[in-house]
T-cell receptor, first 114, second 109 residues
Framework: EPEVTQTPSHQVTQMGQEVILRCVPI?????FYWYRQILGQKVEFLVS????????KSEIFDDQFSVERPDGSNFTLKIRSTKLEDSAMYFC????????????FGPGTRLTVL | GQSLEQPSEVTAVEGAIVQINCTYQ??????LSWYQQHDGGAPTFLSY????GLEETGRFSSFLSRSDSYGYLLLQELQMKDSASYFC??????????FGKGTRLHILP
């Protein structure tokens, strides 16, 4: 069964450094998402992406964040200058359609900012 | 503001039935989704209701009442592996996906 994959599973970085989190969505899906989940808290929407552009972003997704689909398979989240409060689990998700909200989540990348 | 409310914790006995409620207040509404998340794992899609009524998928059912801005997830014949957190989620008018804070389901043997 096809699945969303994410790398790395765990990323440790120093405050102020740039990180890139990588995702490979399910191949025939058209909608892509990034979420974050701080330990013990709810899943928070960051951004949705469709047709090579951002379709929606949350207040969390400020100028420090960017997303890119550099080729036909990868979908990346970049944090330019990490802060301590960026430490969280970051989930990528993809969906074949728009309205059903059937999203398939990747296993996540745990980001630890020191 | 926009919000989803669900109980923080629910406890039930193995083999029993449990209902997890979700009420929502959003600027727009397309449908209500439910996700399961085991500790350390990723959210897994369970169900989606766009129209009023009950949707059944095996041991899990989900209900929606748009007029009451309310839905619930019903889990039957509870198994120990059902111990997890359950999140309701909606897409608002701006297309952001909003998750509830999650309900931690504890199952007793």
């Amino acid at each position: 069964e096809p699945e969303v994959t994410q790398t790395p599973s765990h990323q440790v970085t120093q405050m102020g450094q740039e990180v890139i989190l990588r995702c490979v969505p399910i191949s025939n899906h058209l909608y892509f998402y990034w979420y974050r989940q701080i330990l013990g808290q709810k899943v928070e929407f960051l951004v949705s992406f469709y047709n090579n552009e951002i379709s929606e972003k949350s207040e969390i997704f400020d100028d420090q964040f960017s997303v890119e689909r550099p080729d036909g398979s990868n979908f990346t989240l970049k944090i330019r200058s990490t802060k301590l409060e960026d430490s969280a689990m970051y989930f990528c998700a993809s969906s074949p359609t728009y309205q059903t909200d059937t999203q398939y989540f990747g296993p996540g990348t745990r980001l630890t900012v020191l | 503001g926009q919000s989803l409310e669900q109980p923080s914790e629910v406890t039930a006995v193995e083999g029993a039935i449990v209902q997890i409620n979700c009420t929502y207040q959003t600027s727009g509404f397309y449908g209500l989704s439910w996700y399961q998340q085991h500790d350390g794992g990723a959210p897994t899609f369970l169900s989606y209701n766009a129209l009023d009524g009950l949707e059944e998928t095996g041991r899990f059912s989900s209900f929606l009442s748009r007029s009451d801005s309310y839905g619930y997830l019903l889990l039957q014949e509870l198994q120990m592996k059902d111990s997890a957190s359950y999140f309701c989620a909606v897409r608002d008018r701006t297309d952001k996906i909003i998750f509830g804070k999650g309900t931690r389901l504890h199952i007793l043997p």
